[in-house]
């Protein structure tokens, strides 16, 4: 089956600029991720969606960042005034449901560059 | 903040030899997972070990847990280049869902 997709696989915009990253979850996982990933570190929490619901969203870093997932499927990770500072690959993962033993599954992940 | 840390930062190995990563993390853990990240992208799960587990096996990958040190290790055995990629030990908090992520460690096996 399907794997999480994520588009565009690559995204450059200018500072100041408002982005849209996209992610398509694993059919039939209740929980969603997003995570920011910087060059040399590991993934860094964002925000988690149980359903469609945000079940905690303490990650993300000030308000320019916004996420949604209306339909409890496709997430949506807007970002606002991008800023030089938001350049990471952003990848989003699913799980079967949110419960901590679940196996995350995750995207390729979507490459930002804001110049 | 990142509650789990690997060590080594890098490691450097001939093809055949065995690899061993460790992670430590600082509070309780429900459990703690070990990712492979290849080229920077896309995370593929490799073990998962729940906190009343001290040992588990899949085909070449072994992992420890050792909740009284609160520190984890992860062996490839028989590396191959293959192998070559960052990994990850994640640690979710016993009251938590979320996973928290280290920095990696970079493995390069060399043919």
């Known amino acids: 089956g399907a794997g999480v997709s994520q588009t565009p696989s690559n995204k450059v915009t200018e500072k100041g600029k408002y982005v849209e990253l996209r992610c398509d979850p694993i059919?039939?996982?209740?929980?969603l991720y997003w995570y920011r990933q910087s060059l040399g570190q590991g993934p860094e929490f964002l925000i988690y969606?149980?359903?469609?619901?945000?079940?905690?969203d303490s990650g993300l870093p000030n308000d320019r960042f916004f996420a949604v997932r209306p339909e409890g499927s496709v997430s949506t990770l807007k970002i606002q005034r991008t800023e030089r500072g938001d350049s990471a690959v952003y990848l989003c993962?699913?799980?079967?449901?949110?419960?901590?033993?679940?196996?995350?599954?995750f995207g390729p992940g979507t490459r930002l560059t804001v110049l | 903040s990142q509650q789990g840390e690997e060590d080594p930062q890098a490691l450097s190995i001939q093809e055949g030899e065995n690899a061993t990563m460790n992670c430590s993390y600082k509070?309780?853990?429900?459990?703690l997972q070990w990712y492979r990240q290849n080229s920077g992208r896309g995370l593929v799960h490799l073990i998962l070990?729940?906190?009343?587990?001290r040992e588990k096996h899949s085909g070449r990958l072994r992992v420890t847990l050792d909740t009284s040190k609160k520190s984890s290790s992860l062996l490839i055995t028989a590396s191959r280049a293959a192998d070559t990629a960052s990994y990850f030990c994640?640690?979710?908090?016993?009251?938590?869902?979320?996973?928290?992520f280290g920095r990696g460690t970079s493995l390069i096996v060399h043919p």
């Open positions: 993962a699913s799980s079967l449901s949110g419960l901590s033993y679940n196996e995350q599954f």
């Open positions: 059919s039939g996982h209740t929980a």
């Open positions: 969606f149980q359903g469609t619901g945000a079940a905690d």
């Open positions: 509070t309780s853990i429900n459990n």
């Open positions: 070990i729940r906190s009343n587990e």
């Open positions: 994640a640690t979710a908090l016993r009251s938590g869902y979320i996973p928290t």
